[in-house]
């Protein structure tokens, strides 16, 4: 099935989340979530494969997340696109890095998620970013598997500098998981 903008179509087994394009059964592109009654939509685009979220949205205004990683407003006037790709980490050192974080911090893992931010000239050219100067909001969905626990879920990621960074939920849904962060890649969910 293709598609463009919002279907309103429900993609994820929480019932939490719409979908935009969806290219594949496994591969959407979140344009919204629903935290309680209220629907946030994403300000950026991007791809999800990942089964550890059902789906994601940056809800930072897309001014100010191109403040905080460095995008002018040339740079965006000339075409160039903030986009995000989150998809299931499978990496064993990253995920082993994680793990002994989590555990040193009292924390049990529910999952793995790469979330990867880029920008995208209009010529083609991608460059990744790993962290910004300000913190960007980020909601995941959570797959029904988690949301039912009623845990009290965060996200850890592990900063440039190899710090572990917890970073706590800061909605009430329990279907969700909203945290700010100035780190991307690599992330757990812990509890």
Same mark, same amino acid.
């Given at each position: 099935?293709?598609?463009?903008?919002?279907?309103?179509?429900?993609?994820?087994?929480?019932?939490?989340?719409?979908?935009?394009?969806?290219?594949?059964?496994?591969?959407?592109?979140?344009?919204?979530?629903?935290?309680?009654? =209220?629907? !946030? @939509?994403? *300000?950026?685009?991007?791809?999800?494969?990942?089964? %550890?979220?059902? /789906?994601?949205?940056?809800? $930072?205004?897309?001014?100010?997340?191109?403040?905080?990683?460095?995008?002018?407003?040339?740079?965006?006037?000339?075409?160039?696109?903030?986009?995000?790709?989150?998809?299931?980490?499978?990496?064993?050192?990253?995920?082993?890095?994680?793990?002994?974080a989590a555990?040193?911090?009292?924390?049990?893992?529910?999952?793995?998620?790469?979330?990867?931010l880029y920008?995208?000239?209009?010529?083609?050219?991608? =460059?990744? !970013? @790993?962290? *910004?100067?300000?913190?960007?909001?980020?909601?995941? %969905?959570?797959? /029904?598997?988690l949301a039912? $626990?009623?845990?009290?879920?965060?996200?850890?990621?592990?900063?440039?500098?190899?710090?572990?960074?917890?970073?706590?939920?800061?909605?009430?849904?329990?279907?969700?998981?909203?945290?700010?962060?100035?780190?991307?890649?690599?992330?757990?969910?812990?509890?």
């Amino acid at each position: 099935e293709s598609g463009s903008g919002d279907s309103g179509a429900d993609s994820s087994a929480s019932g939490n989340s719409d979908s935009g394009t969806v290219t594949s059964s496994a591969i959407t592109t979140s344009t919204a979530v629903v935290i309680g009654n =209220s629907r !946030v @939509t994403s *300000s950026i685009g991007g791809i999800n494969t990942a089964n %550890a979220v059902s /789906a994601t949205v940056v809800s $930072t205004p897309v001014e100010s997340l191109a403040a905080a990683i460095g995008l002018s407003e040339s740079d965006r006037k000339a075409g160039t696109n903030i986009r995000s790709y989150i998809c299931d980490n499978r990496d064993k050192a990253s995920k082993a890095a994680l793990q002994s974080a989590a555990e040193a911090a009292g924390k049990t893992v529910a999952g793995y998620v790469n979330m990867d931010l880029y920008t995208i000239t209009k010529k083609g050219v991608v =460059s990744k !970013v @790993t962290a *910004s100067t300000e913190p960007v909001t980020v909601t995941f %969905a959570l797959p /029904a598997r988690l949301a039912k $626990t009623n845990a009290n879920f965060s996200v850890l990621a592990i900063d440039a500098d190899g710090k572990a960074v917890i970073m706590d939920d800061v909605d009430t849904d329990s279907k969700t998981l909203t945290f700010n962060t100035k780190v991307f890649g690599a992330f757990t969910i812990v509890y």
